[in-house]
């Protein structure tokens, strides 16, 4: 891309970013508008990336408070009432 001209590329998705948790310390996206998670080699579902933590990371308590304290927040933000 270091040659793209994004001037004008719009979108009207919701994105959160996360770096520097789980055993890689990688950086983890989703797209709220479409529910979509990408972290490493997943791409999924929010549920199934939840799905996914707890099989990868049941046996270290840290990894999963990292990853677990992402996916929170992300439902926290989901299950808001609109304000008016």
């Known amino acids: 891309l270091s040659g793209a001209n994004l ?16 055993s890689s310390k990688r950086m983890t996206t ?14 999924g579902t929010l549920a199934e990336f939840e799905s996914r933590v707890h099989e990868t990371h049941s046996n270290n308590a840290q990894y999963l408070a990292e990853y677990l304290g992402f996916i929170n927040y992300v439902k926290s933000l989901i299950n808001r009432p609109e304000r008016i």
């Open 7 to 22: 001037s004008e590329a719009t979108t009207d998705n919701r994105y959160i970013q996360v770096s520097c948790i789980g």
């Open 30 to 43: 989703i797209d709220l508008t479409n529910n979509i998670v990408w972290c490493g080699c997943f791409t």
